[in-house]
């Protein structure tokens, strides 16, 4: 099936550690984006690439780094240096016109 | 930037009733989208819309662009229309959301 997988569902984070959450497309889109989503809160952009090898910060960046290797990867790595990551974690994908399209979240929770 | 303002936050309607969520933006109106996210937290697009109208089964949106505004509709509505609408519009290839409207079905 065509679509977005974000994995995994669910991610506990212990302090001082790095955790990675992966997102994986085969919609063959080009624009790919990670979204933070706080309780009862709007979608907050974190990163977004337009192209592989290519990715820009959006509005709550730091803590948080990504790569984008190859087309339909783009993992999202939450630092230490987070010290609130506690969210819901959504991971999106876009072709020219820019209508996006969401994967099913990953919830992370810090033990 | 783009600021996107949703109302109404929170609304509660009876199974059968019709409802207008409104979207309003201050700057102009490129890639609107409106999506509902379900208790899951998956977030479901329902309408690409940045002009006009359009109408999908007893959901319809429309989009007056000149005044910055758009409206969805939700005729007939039940329990599974509950969740949260969000919508979206963007410049390039940022969105910026709004916060949501929180919609409630009781049986």
């Known amino acids: 099936d065509g679509g977005i997988t974000q994995s995994p569902k669910y991610l506990f984070r212990k302090e001082g550690q790095n955790v990675t959450l992966s997102c994986e497309q085969n919609?063959?889109?080009?624009?790919m984006y990670w979204y933070r989503q706080d309780p009862g809160q709007g979608l907050r952009l974190i990163y977004y690439?337009?192209?592989?090898?290519?990715?820009q910060k959006g509005d709550i960046a730091e803590g948080y780094s990504v790569s984008r290797e190859k087309k339909e990867s783009f993992p999202l790595t939450v630092t230490s240096a987070q010290k609130n990551p506690t969210a819901f974690y959504l991971c999106a994908s876009s072709r020219a016109k820019n209508i996006q399209y969401f994967g099913a979240g990953t919830r992370l929770s810090v033990l | 930037g783009i600021q996107v303002e949703q109302s109404p936050p929170d609304l509660i309607l009876q199974e059968g009733a019709n409802s207008t969520l409104r979207c309003n933006f201050s700057?102009?109106?490129?890639?609107l989208q409106w999506f509902h996210q379900n208790p899951w937290g998956q977030l479901i697009n329902l309408f690409y819309i940045p002009s006009g109208t359009k109408q999908n089964g007893r959901l319809s949106a429309t989009t007056v662009a000149t005044e910055r505004y758009s409206l969805l509709y939700i005729s007939s509505s039940q329990t599974t229309d509950s969740g949260v609408y969000f919508c979206?519009?963007?410049?390039?290839?940022?969105?910026?959301f709004g916060t949501g409207t929180r919609l409630k079905v009781l049986a």
């Open positions: 919609l063959n889109h080009d624009a």
């Open positions: 979206a519009n963007s410049g390039t290839y940022k969105y910026i």
């Open positions: 700057d102009s109106v490129n890639n």
């Open positions: 690439s337009q192209i592989v090898n290519d990715f």
